[in-house]
T-cell receptor, first 109, second 118 residues
């Protein structure tokens, strides 16, 4: 158990819809990183938050947004979903090693 | 730009034998971190081992060791005494530079699928 929690574990939705993925970092970790794993793109960094502030952006689409709340949990919002957004979404937290949550498997039909 | 290359899409190893998974990296930074993760078919990403660029000793964690050759920019993972449960995808990753007070994100290679034969 990495100590990073993510909900839900699975999500099935339709094109055009909006979903929210939730992540709680390990106790004491201030950073949250979001990654997307898809068959064609591999593992890609999306966005990082540190103590409530956005710190770095990767290949995150404009349809996607994230935030980190005062209790340090983070949410990744995906809107106007397309078939190609189907992927495994991970969050991670760390002081040094990055420990990953179990992931949310998103299926867009 | 930083890059991680894993040239072995798939590897087979006999149970109880050792196996080396290759990883080369490219960076112009002097300070960086290298990681290996295991992803079984269930999908979770399991942290295995970490090597800092200034660490003089190769990192070891149980049956895992990281063969760090800085001049060659390689960070190969060695798994000793392979077990059936080692069958999984293995990803090499490098941390991008830090942003004042927080650690940078990881960039990943494409992975190597290891199959352990009984």
């Amino acid at each position: 158990d990495s100590g990073v929690t993510q909900t839900p574990k699975h999500l099935i939705t339709a094109t055009g819809q909006r979903v929210t993925l939730r992540c709680s970092p390990r106790s004491g970790d201030l950073s949250v990183y979001w990654y997307q794993q898809s068959l064609d793109q591999g593992l890609q960094f999306l966005i990082q938050y540190y103590n409530g502030e956005e710190r770095a952006k990767g290949n995150i689409l404009e349809r996607f947004s994230a935030q980190q709340f005062p209790d340090l949990h983070s949410e990744l919002n995906l809107s106007s979903l397309e078939l190609g957004d189907s992927a495994l979404y991970f969050c991670a937290s760390s002081p040094q090693e990055q420990f990953f949550g179990p992931g949310t498997r998103l299926t867009v039909l | 730009a930083q890059k991680i290359t894993q040239t072995q899409p798939g590897m087979f190893v006999q149970e109880k034998e050792a196996v080396t998974l290759d990883c080369t990296y490219d960076t112009s930074d002097q300070s960086y971190g290298l990681f290996w993760y295991k992803q079984p078919s269930s999908g979770e990403m399991i942290f295995l081992i970490y090597q800092g660029s200034y660490d003089e000793q190769n990192a070891t964690e149980g049956r895992y060791s990281l063969n760090f050759q800085k001049a060659r920019k390689s960070a190969n993972l060695v798994i000793s005494a392979s077990q059936l449960g080692d069958s999984a995808m293995y990803f090499c990753a490098m941390r991008e530079r830090n942003y004042g007070g927080s650690q940078g994100n990881l960039i990943f290679g494409k992975g190597t699928k290891l199959s352990v034969k009984p």
